[in-house]
C-alpha cells in the first residue's frame, strides 16, 4: 500500500503527461501589435486536453494547499507561487503574453514547478516514517469487530484509527438500527471500544496486540474551512475524508488507507487520489 504522499507523485507525474500532450500541440508566435511573444490558437483536440489538464492539476493543487495549510508561510508562499506558473501554462490564453520564448521553454517550467510543489511536500518529515495507520469507517468495524485479530499482508505493526463520525455513527446504530444484529455489534464494538480505556489514555493511543497494533481515537472533529471546497460537512463519508486528511496532514510520510466497503466513500477517494482498501483482505471476514 503506497504511502498518500506517494499517490500524490503519481498524479503529478500523470500531470506532467498531460503537460506534455499540450505543449506539443500548443504554439507561441509574435504578436503582431505588441512586439511581445504570445500564446497561439488552440485546435479542438487540443482544448480537450487543456480541459483535462486543468481538471486534473486543480483536483491536484487543492489537495495539496489542504496539506500546506498549516505549514510555514514561506512555505505556502513558494506553493502558490508555483501554482501560479502552472495554471498560466495550461491555460494559455489566446493573445496572452507568455514570458516563454516557445513551449519547450514553458514545458520545462511548469514540469520544474510541478516538481517544487512535490518537493515541498517531501520536506514534511514527521518523527515516525514507517507508520500505517488504518482508518475504518463504520461498515468496516461492524464487518469484523473483532479489532485484535485484524493484521495486513506485509504489516508488522499498524493503528486503527477511530475517527468521531464513526464513534457517533456506532452509538447511533447501537440504539436506532432496524436489524437487531447491526445493534448488538454496534453495541460490543462501543462497550469493547471503552475496554480499551483500561490500557491507557485511548485519544493517546493504546495497545491491542503487543508489538503487533494500537488504537487510537481522535477527539477532535475535522476543519472543513481548511479541506477540500468540494466536501459537505453536513455528510459523514465527506466528514470521514477530511478526518483523513487531517491525519496526513501532521503525518504525510506514514502509511495512512481508509478501510471502507463504502462504494460511494470509495469512488470519492479515489478522486481525491486516497488510498482505501476493504476489509475483505483481514482474515475472518468471508
Given amino acids: 500500500m503506497q504511502k498518500f504522499a506517494d499517490n500524490l507523485g503519481s498524479w503529478a507525474e500523470n500531470i506532467s ?16 501589435w ?14 480537450q486536453i487543456q480541459s483535462k489538464a486543468l481538471e486534473e492539476y486543480r483536483r491536484f493543487s487543492s489537495v495539496l494547499e489542504t496539506l500546506f495549510k498549516e505549514q510555514p508561510e514561506n512555505t505556502i508562499n513558494t506553493f502558490q507561487e508555483q501554482r501560479e506558473v502552472v495554471l498560466k501554462v495550461i491555460q494559455q490564453q489566446r493573445g496572452q503574453n507568455t514570458y516563454f520564448s516557445n513551449c519547450d521553454q514553458a514545458l520545462k517550467q511548469a514540469k520544474e514547478s510541478l516538481n517544487t510543489q512535490i518537493g515541498l511536500l517531501n520536506r514534511l518529515y514527521t518523527a515516525s516514517q514507517d507508520g ?24 508488522k505493526k499498524f493503528t486503527i484509527v477511530l475517527m468521531p463520525t464513526v464513534l457517533a455513527e456506532l452509538d447511533k446504530l ?6 437487531e444484529s447491526v445493534r448488538k455489534k454496534a453495541d460490543q464494538l462501543i462497550r469493547q471500544i471503552k475496554e480499551y ?34 466536501l459537505d460537512e453536513n455528510n459523514n463519508d465527506d466528514r470521514l ?14 502509511r495512512a488507507v481508509l478501510l471502507t466497503r463504502d462504494i460511494n466513500l470509495q469512488n470519492k477517494a479515489e478522486f481525491a487520489h486516497i488510498p482505501f482498501m476493504e476489509p475483505l483482505e483481514l482474515p475472518g471476514t468471508a
Fill in 34 to 47: 505588441m512586439g511581445e511573444d504570445v500564446w497561439g490558437e488552440l485546435d479542438d483536440p487540443t482544448h
Fill in 132 to 155: 500505517f495507520l488504518v482508518i475504518a469507517d463504520t461498515n468496516a468495524l461492524l464487518f469484523n469487530p473483532n479489532l485484535q485479530g485484524w493484521s495486513f499482508d506485509s504489516v
Fill in 17 to 32: 503527461e498531460l503537460l506534455n500532450q499540450l505543449l506539443q500541440a500548443s504554439s507561441i508566435r509574435p504578436s503582431d
Fill in 241 to 254: 475524508l477530511a478526518s483523513y486528511l487531517e491525519i496526513v496532514r501532521q503525518r504525510p510520510h506514514d
Fill in 174 to 179: 447501537k440504539v436506532d438500527s432496524r436489524s
Fill in 197 to 230: 480505556r483500561n490500557r491507557g489514555k485511548l485519544t493517546e493511543g493504546v495497545t491491542l496486540v503487543r508489538d503487533k497494533s494500537q488504537i487510537v481515537a481522535i477527539a477532535i472533529e475535522p476543519r472543513f474551512s481548511e479541506s477540500l471546497s468540494w
